[in-house]
């Protein structure tokens, strides 16, 4: 049989979150002040430092320095969709001449937009249900001896967060075999991986576009030990058995 291929859209909402460490003078100012006022001061930060909107505030790492909030991430940067998020899937069919790697559609060696590499078979979306999901943890702890402090600001927005396209060697797709792993934090669960019947997918993001509808911001204090990983494949394997799927 001939390679069916179905379309995972991850969902309409989610967004960018970032953790990652800021001085102990910088968190311990912020942790009982208001985090609209953190975050005002935090957007400023790395663009207008002659200008910042709390100029008591210490540096924002032990350098002295203050950056862009985006590159305080050495702990987490995640852009993926919210974990409760509506998940359908539609079949499609590669329009002639296009390949599909398991990433990027292409014509012979041309990459191919995400919007001119394919039609919808299906008439309307498919609810995705009964699939696997699986979690790992990334959330700031209570301050101590042993723990690092942290800047965590998240961008909620609007619109599409890339797809999963699952290949079959002509069945449907089976909904109990897709295994999505999100990324707990603070500020909601994202979607940071997909598999199906226990490989790994892809998300391609070449159709992403959002509109920003909120930003927030919070310091804190982490335990690098206590912090997961994304779970490795042996770990998705494991996931599937819990879950009394065979593969």
């Given amino acids: ?28 100012y912020w942790e009982d002040r208001d985090n609209d006022e953190l975050l005002e001061h935090v957007l400023e930060c790395g663009w207008a430092d002659d200008e910042l909107p709390d100029p008591d505030s210490p540096a924002m790492t032990e350098d002295g320095e203050n950056y862009a909030r985006h590159d305080i991430d050495d702990f987490m940067h995640i852009n993926g969709a919210y974990s409760d998020n509506r998940f359908v899937y539609e079949e499609i069919k590669l329009k ?7 990433e990027y559609y292409r014509r012979g060696e041309e990459y191919v937009s995400t919007y001119d590499a394919y039609d919808v078979v299906s008439d309307e979306y498919i609810e995705l249900e009964d699939f696997v999901s699986t979690g790992y943890e990334m959330y700031s702890a209570s301050k101590s001896d042993d723990t690092v402090p942290v800047l965590i600001v998240h961008s909620s927005e609007k619109g599409l967060f890339g797809e999963a396209v699952v290949v079959t060697e002509g069945e449907d797709l089976d909904p109990r ?26 998300i391609n993001f070449d159709s992403c576009d959002t509109t920003g509808k909120g930003m927030y911001a919070s310091v804190g204090y982490v335990n690098p030990d206590w912090l997961d990983e994304s779970p490795d494949q042996e770990a998705i394997l494991e996931t599937y058995a819990d879950y009394d799927i065979e593969l």
């Fill in 1 to 28: 049989m001939s390679k069916r291929y179905f379309r995972i859209p991850l969902g309409n909402y989610g967004g960018e979150v970032t953790m990652g460490t800021v001085s102990r003078e910088f968190a311990e």
């Fill in 96 to 102: 002639e001449g296009i390949t599909f790697d398991g």
């Fill in 177 to 202: 075999l897709v295994c999505l792993v999100s990324a707990e934090t603070d500020h909601g669960e994202f979607v940071t991986d997909v598999y199906y019947a226990g490989e790994p997918v892809i």
